[in-house]
């Protein structure tokens, strides 16, 4: 019987799917943390009620309850849920860090050795991580409590920062804020890392929940659903990338993170779409995910997978954070580890001794390179300079320079890597171009990926920044096609001084393999895309809130600004996690086709509003009342 002997012997080989101990998600324990849920009927009646859906009036609050104002919840109202939630340092009303270098504010704590402290950790990320409510984008929160440092005004007020925050524990801590904030209608935020780079960790006004501390990560050995079969964790929504990757490569397997590793990979990484050093290999964070727990607006506890709640399944990756509901895990996809290859290029005008026609010539022939180096799994990371140590405005001597840090052959020796970028290293030498390179190779990836990416420095965006970005499809880095054109836009923002940032990866469909019958929510345009490129543009720091609006709509969308690159990429769109809070037609740019439909699922599970992040799904029913009208947090929210 040749069939039974065939079969057998895949068996002998461990190759058939479903022979060794697999798992799926029916199969896979909740964490201890998430066995701890309220039961609605012990909660009946009190602040933290249940959304029962029996509720007959139709007729929603125009604004969120606002501090100072009648209908923000009395003193004794947050009491009731300090004590529901049953233990010590659960609900915090946290001052600003920063708060400790003003003397004679509210906060009465002034401290000139906290504040030294404060201050020279700034720009670091020690202040904000570990910090309730500090973000890494302070500039959309406002401004209003800084330490004292250049561009820094008087007081400290707590403006776009949350007013309480619920240190979230258990799911039960969960359920309770959401339901709390729901009966209160009170704004409800979300802080994982803080990250948000449009400051939709942040909201005037609000009770946020703080999921930091929710850091289990679990193996849960071989799982295996339809479309997926291997190695998968089971991760907390606290877990940072730095976390899961050093899980993941004790186990000599890799996982699918960004290439900073404190972002959180459960949170607007994993929701929001998340590109990675194997997004060309593996596809997008959003495509690692093989179910998942969340507590949606009527404050259950759900499981979201190919086989529950599958709108929700599919919304929630891709379709962004702060939208559907609060996630407390994901299980997700792992990988057999590797050998890796990195490499790292930089030329430049003044470095390389060149034209700045030639120059451009090279920075050309490295993007039309980029269909054929993500076809053979490269992934990477470069910088466009447009003048060392002056990025500020334009400059009529530019000397731009480009530096590709770096490339990652993930599954590549040395000699592979080499012989893959080869003909692109033979097109520079014959425009005459020199480069600095250097080249390693490491036994697995995690080494790999701490050589080139330092434990993150990053941790606080200058303030007098913004930014855009844009996704570009195959069609405009071909030469037969769209690279001129594309180049021109470049060029153009490049002279007025505008820094580049951008990624080199093909997360198509195939690479990405979304369980699910309809994949997920991840912008359509990443499916097509060769790089997410992001430009940042610098404004003077004594420019008045006008001026500031002015430069940062001529920015994105100016004949000048992000409008060029809109150009040369029809079709394509916009990074929502690394965007502009004033892209124009954020829902096609953010989520193009698939926008209609996570609108309706949104309005199903949150049909009163409960969950708002600016640029998100529905944000166009809400608006911010900032203070200057500036694209910040610190206002109250109310429909339109
Ligand atoms: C220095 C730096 C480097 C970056 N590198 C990369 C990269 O390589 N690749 C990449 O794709 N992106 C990258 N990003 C962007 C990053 O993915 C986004 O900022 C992302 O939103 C961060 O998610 P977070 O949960 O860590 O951050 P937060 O700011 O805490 O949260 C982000 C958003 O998700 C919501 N959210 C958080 N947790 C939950 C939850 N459990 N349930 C529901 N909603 C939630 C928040 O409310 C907020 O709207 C980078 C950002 C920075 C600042
Ligand atoms: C998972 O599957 C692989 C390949 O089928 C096998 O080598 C490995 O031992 C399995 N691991 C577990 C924990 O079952
Ligand atoms: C219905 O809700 C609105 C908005 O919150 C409120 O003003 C009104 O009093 C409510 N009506 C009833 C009958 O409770
Ligand atoms: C409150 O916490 C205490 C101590 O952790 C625990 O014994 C008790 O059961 C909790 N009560 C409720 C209602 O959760
Ligand atoms: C948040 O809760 C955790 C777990 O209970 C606790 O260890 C931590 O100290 C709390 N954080 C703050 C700032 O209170
Ligand atoms: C803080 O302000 C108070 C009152 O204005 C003043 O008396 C005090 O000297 C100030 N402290 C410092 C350290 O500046
Ligand atoms: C600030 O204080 C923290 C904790 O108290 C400490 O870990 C850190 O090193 C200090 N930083 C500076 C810059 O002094
Ligand atoms: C998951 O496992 C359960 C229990 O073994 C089984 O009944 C179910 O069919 C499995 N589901 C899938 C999608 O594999
Ligand atoms: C290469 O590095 C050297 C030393 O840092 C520097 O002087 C030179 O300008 C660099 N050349 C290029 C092309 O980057
Ligand atoms: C730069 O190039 C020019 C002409 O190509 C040459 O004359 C000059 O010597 C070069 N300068 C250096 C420092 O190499
Ligand atoms: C990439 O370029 C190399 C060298 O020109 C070529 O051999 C290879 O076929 C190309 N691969 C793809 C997928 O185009
Ligand atoms: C792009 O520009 C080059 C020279 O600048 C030209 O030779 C080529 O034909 C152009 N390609 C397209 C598709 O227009
Ligand atoms: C106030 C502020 O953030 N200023 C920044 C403006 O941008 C430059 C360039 O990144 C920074 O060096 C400043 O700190």
Redesign the pocket.
């Known amino acids: 019987m040749p069939s039974l002997l065939l079969s057998l012997s895949l068996l002998a080989l461990g190759a058939a799917p479903g022979f060794c101990i697999t798992t799926n998600n029916t199969e896979v324990d909740l964490f201890d943390f998430e066995k701890q849920q309220f039961d609605p009927a012990t909660v009946a009646g009190t602040a933290i009620h249940f959304d029962d859906g029996t509720s007959t009036n139709t007729t929603l609050p125009t604004c969120k309850a606002f501090p100072g104002h009648l209908d923000w919840p009395k003193d004794d109202v947050w009491h009731e849920l300090a004590t529901l939630l049953n233990g010590t340092n659960v609900l915090l009303k946290p001052a600003p860090a920063s708060s400790v270098c003003h003397n004679g504010t509210a906060y009465n704590n002034y401290d000139a050795a906290a504040c030294a402290n404060i201050t020279e950790g700034w720009a670091t990320e020690f202040v904000r991580m570990d910090h309730p409510i500090e973000?890494?984008s302070p500039l959309f929160e406002g401004l209003t409590c800084l330490p004292p440092t250049p561009g820094a005004s008087g007081g400290c007020t707590q403006g776009g920062y949350p007013v309480y925050v619920v240190n979230v524990s258990t799911a039960a801590h969960v359920q309770a804020a959401v339901n709390f904030a729901r009966n209160q209608n009170v704004r409800l935020?979300?802080?994982?890392?803080?990250?948000?780079?449009s400051g939709?960790?942040l909201g005037a006004g609000s009770l946020s929940i703080w999921?930091h501390g929710l850091n289990n990560i679990e193996y849960v050995g071989n799982y295996s659903v339809e479309g997926y079969s291997g190695p998968a964790f089971k991760v907390g929504?606290g877990v940072q990338a730095k976390d899961i990757l050093k899980a993941a490569a004790d186990r000599k397997l890799m996982v699918v993170t960004?290439?900073?590793d404190s972002?959180?990979i459960?949170?607007?990484?994993s929701?929001?779409?998340?590109?990675?050093p194997l997004s060309s290999q593996r596809g997008m964070?959003a495509d690692q995910v093989l179910s998942l727990q969340v507590v949606t607006a009527d404050g259950q506890f759900r499981t979201a997978s190919p086989t529950e709640n599958t709108d929700l399944f599919w919304a929630i990756r891709g379709g962004g954070?702060?939208t559907f509901?609060?996630?407390t895990s994901m299980i997700i996809k792992a990988f057999p580890d590797s050998t890796t290859a990195v490499a790292t290029f930089d030329w430049g005008v003044r470095e390389s001794n060149i034209s700045l026609d030639t120059y451009w010539h090279g920075t050309a022939s490295y993007f039309a390179h980029f269909a054929n180096f993500t076809s053979q799994g490269l992934s990477g990371q470069f910088f466009l300079y447009p003048q060392e140590g002056r990025p500020q405005g334009a400059d009529p001597d530019a000397k731009p320079r480009t530096s590709v840090a770096p490339l990652f052959g993930v599954g590549k020796t040395l000699p592979q890597l080499k012989a893959a970028v080869q003909p692109w290293l033979d097109e520079m030498q014959s425009l005459g171009i020199q480069m600095n390179t250097t080249w390693a190779e490491f036994p697995s990836f995690y080494p790999a990926y701490y050589s080139q990416l330092a434990p993150?420095s990053?941790g606080v965006m200058p303030y007098n920044m913004t930014y855009g970005s844009r996704l570009i499809p195959r069609a405009s880095f071909d030469r037969a096609t769209g690279l001129n054109a594309t180049m021109a836009a470049f060029r153009v923002l490049a002279d007025q001084g505008h820094m580049f940032n951008g990624f080199q990866l093909a997360p198509t469909l195939e690479t990405g393999e979304p369980v699910g019958t309809d994949g997920n929510a991840v912008l359509p345009a990443w499916r097509d895309a060769l790089s997410h490129t992001i430009v940042f543009a610098l404004w003077p720091e004594d420019y008045s809130p006008a001026q500031q609006m002015a430069f940062r709509r001529d920015f994105a969308t100016g004949s000048r600004g992000m409008e060029l690159l809109r150009d040369a990429t029809p079709g394509s769109g916009s990074y929502m996690?690394?965007s502009d809070r004033l892209e124009p037609n954020f829902q096609e740019a953010f989520f193009g086709k698939n926008y209609a439909r996570l609108l309706t699922i949104k309005q199903k599970y949150d049909p009163h509003g409960v969950f708002f992040?600016s640029t998100g799904v529905g944000s166009e029913f809400w608006k911010v009342h900032s203070v200057d009208d500036l694209p910040t947090e610190n206002g109250q929210l109310c429909r339109v």
């Open positions: 973000p890494v935020v979300i802080k994982n890392t803080g990250h948000d780079l939709k960790s999921t929504a960004g290439i900073c972002v959180g459960p949170g607007g990484y929701q929001g779409g998340g590109h990675s964070g954070g702060s509901g609060v996630v993150t990053l996690s690394e992040a």
